[in-house]
């Protein structure tokens, strides 16, 4: 009574097992399919009325070769630098990178460093930029830092002699393009021309050539001319644009992405990226969903202006223009993509906040491929700079010689110290002298990151920025502080732009490459293994779904080296089921009962798995650790797929087959797991 108890509860364990094993592949495939899955929600929710939730649609997140964009090395001359500082400096300048991509509103950006030999590098890729001169431009050089104080001073125009200066050499300018004009009409080579005359550092060297220009790019002019042009044609006069004069070439057209146009209003909290509110989580939500009830086409700009924590765009309404769905962050582009053209939809949580949104329009439109030789002009603001309400005071990162976080030794506060050169302390002293109650704004690449008030005047050089910091913000406000502070120039030495269609197209020949292979190991198991190689075909279907669910998970960027590891896991992942099948040959061979035969095989492969999947993740930790970029994406997958498989072969394969395993006749295991009948093993059992 107690052997068959001990049976039933067994049994009862498996049944929960299979169960669980069911479970997890639903999860899996729901995390991985969650449109599919979502549509089936939403039809039974309509044919029954019930509410049903579905799941956020959360992407794969696509890396630089597979989406398409823009990468960009920078060197970072760290030779005026003591060397235990040289690693902070250029971590330094790596934020102020990562600043200014993120100012682009690029979805997903990556901006890593690296030190290869003496050299320390900075890798920077937009998924999704298709306009590498205005990510090169965006991006900029050397991080400046810098002291300002108010503007008081009354606005002035232009002299006269500087009126006649800009006039002089924009008609020089003009002249120019002319003459280049002329050239071409007699028969003068556009390539050559442009690398002798252009004045477009970033495409003079490849002839002029542009790329392709869209309705999104900065070029508007040029994108205007290029819609009425014809392939191969030359502009009959120079394309003024803001940057000057363009002499131009076009070449072929393609569809561009689709494109939405939308209004939001950004209803921040504290914690939220880039957001100065105090409120919470929680009182932020409950404001977006009160003005999300009373939205509607015709006030919504008026309650952007009135509600929305987005400066950027808040006076116009909220209006952001048109846009790609890469040019966002994916729970943006999720939502807004997905609504019809004239819904409100929201409130849609990002990183900055909640998000009621407006879209307004949808279209496609060509982009256009394009050459240019550009003589540059001048306008009013470059000869006299707009006025602004800080001016400059002399007072530069070139003076500080250091900055540090430190506590008040009475109440333990936590501030950043500045410390200035001989120089920077005399004009630190002057500044504070003339600004005692007033505000000092530190500057770091033209954007405010502190706007400490002055107390007292510091003659010393030494001075302490307080403000109710907590030890992260205090240590990140140091580090930008001496990322300015340090000589640290940065110079491109790399770019290369990725087409999105060939992104496109390597990643639908890379799938195809993986359905082929899964297919082709899935026959080569049930061929082979008969009854266990239909479970180790379910395990690695199994197998495949988890290692894509945590792809996602743990946001991994999935490359094209990554899918190589990937696709190659796929043999590993069937590497450890054969193991185990061939001991189970053994054992049944040797005369011992199915039952047995299962287990046995299981607890003799092990060490053999063990240390074969050992050396291999050993092997795949190195590479992640000194490996460049794309070959830490195929160590990086690689060893995620060893570990799931491990847990496919010894956990799921093993249940299912000691699930199934009293339902199949001794007589028939061999014929069932060895592809023949195993008279001996009929005769002698264990």
């Known amino acids: 009574m107690k052997i068959d108890q001990n049976k039933t509860n067994t049994r009862s364990k498996l049944r929960w097992g299979i169960a669980g094993i069911f479970g997890l592949l639903t999860v899996a495939l729901v995390f991985d399919l969650p449109r599919q899955f979502n549509f089936g929600v939403n039809w039974i929710n309509d044919k029954i009325g019930i509410g049903f939730p579905t799941v956020p649609e959360k992407p794969f997140r696509l890396g630089l070769d597979l989406k398409g964009g823009v990468q960009l ?110 050239q071409l009409k007699k ?40 819609t009425k042009a014809k392939p191969n044609e030359i502009s009959k006069s120079a394309v003024k644009s803001e940057e000057g004069f363009n002499v131009l070439k076009r070449g072929s ?6 494109e939405v146009r939308a209004s939001h209003i950004l209803i921040c909290y504290l914690g939220a990226k880039n957001c100065e509110a105090k409120v919470t989580k929680n009182e932020a939500l409950k404001k977006a ?29 909220g209006d952001l223009g048109f846009f790609t769905k890469e040019t966002m962050v994916s729970e943006f582009s999720t939502a807004v993509f997905s609504a019809k053209k004239g819904d409100i939809i929201g409130p849609v949580e990002t990183q900055f906040g909640y998000h009621i949104i407006y879209k307004k329009d949808e279209r496609i439109t060509k982009q256009y491929e ?43 506060e936590v501030q950043v110290s500045l410390k200035f050169n001989t120089e920077g302390a005399k004009l630190f002293k002057e500044i504070t002298e003339r600004n005692i109650g007033q505000p000092v704004a530190i500057f770091l690449d033209g954007v405010p990151i502190s706007t400490p008030r002055v107390n007292t005047a510091i003659t010393d050089g030494s001075a302490v920025i307080t403000g109710n910091f907590n030890l992260v913000e205090a240590k990140l406000l140091s580090q930008r502080l001496n990322a300015g502070a340090l000589p640290v120039p940065v110079e491109l030495v790399s770019q290369q732009s990725i087409g999105a269609t060939l992104g496109l197209d390597s990643l639908k020949t890379s799938l195809m490459a993986g359905v082929v292979g899964a297919i082709l190991v ?69 005369g011992k009962s199915l039952k047995t035969a299962v287990e046995e095989g299981f607890l003799r492969a092990w060490t053999s798995i063990r240390d074969g999947n050992a050396s291999t ?15 830490k994406g195929f160590a990086v997958t690689l060893a995620l797929g060893i570990l799931v498989s491990l847990f496919t072969a010894m956990t799921i394969t093993r249940i ?28 002698t059992k264990i």
């Not at 971590?91 to 950006?109: A, T």
């Not at 057209?253 to 689709?258: H, L, S």
């Not at 299912?656 to 069932?672: C, Q, S, T």
Request: net charge negative.
């Open 289 to 317: 969903e009160e003005i999300y009830a009373k939205a509607n086409a015709n006030n919504f700009s008026d309650l952007a202006k009135e509600n929305s924590t987005d400066l950027s765009n808040k006076e116009v309404g």
């Open 656 to 683: 299912i087959l000691r699930f199934i395993v009293p339902w199949v006749k001794d007589g028939n295991a061999g014929w069932l797991f060895l592809g023949r009948k195993n008279e001996e093993a009929e005769n």
């Open 73 to 182: 090395i920078y060197q970072a001359d760290v030779s005026l630098v003591d060397a235990p500082k040289q690693a902070a400096a250029v971590e330094g300048v790596r934020d102020v990178i990562e600043r200014r991509v993120n100012g682009m509103g690029v979805g997903e950006p990556s901006v890593t460093n690296s030190h290869i030999d003496q050299y320390y590098r900075i890798n920077v890729e937009l998924p999704g930029v298709t306009d590498i001169n205005q990510a090169i431009k965006m991006i900029g050089e050397t991080p400046i830092l810098e002291f300002k104080e108010q503007n008081t001073e009354p606005a002035r125009g232009l002299t006269a002699e500087e009126t006649k200066e800009l006039n002089t050499f924009n008609e020089t300018a003009k002249k120019k393009a002319d003459s280049l004009l002329a």
């Open 187 to 226: 028969n003068g080579n556009f390539e050559e021309l442009a690398k002798q005359n252009s004045e477009d550092e970033a495409g003079k060297n490849n002839g002029g050539y542009m790329n392709f220009v869209t309705a999104q790019s900065p070029y508007s002019e040029i994108y205007e001319w290029a």
């Open 253 to 258: 057209e393609k569809d561009g992405a689709v």
């Open 617 to 631: 993740l050993i092997t795949c930790l190195i590479l992640i650790n000194f490996g460049t970029s794309f070959v």
């Open 370 to 412: 394009v050459w240019r030789i550009l003589a540059k002009t001048k306008s009013a603001a470059d000869i006299l700079p707009p006025q602004t309400d800080w001016k400059s005071t002399g007072l530069s990162g070139k003076q500080l010689e250091r900055s540090e976080v430190v506590s008040d030794q009475t109440t333990g």
């Open 522 to 590: 899935m026959i080569f198991m049930i061929i082979f293994y008969r009854l266990p190689g239909v479970v180790a075909v379910f395990a690695l279907f199994l197998y495949i779904a988890l290692t894509l669910a945590l792809f996602k998970l743990l946001g991994f960027t999935i490359t094209l080296s990554g899918i190589a590891g990937f696709i190659m896991s796929l043999g590993v992942a069937v590497d450890a089921n054969i193991l185990i099948f061939e001991r189970m040959k053994e054992e049944l061979k040797r």
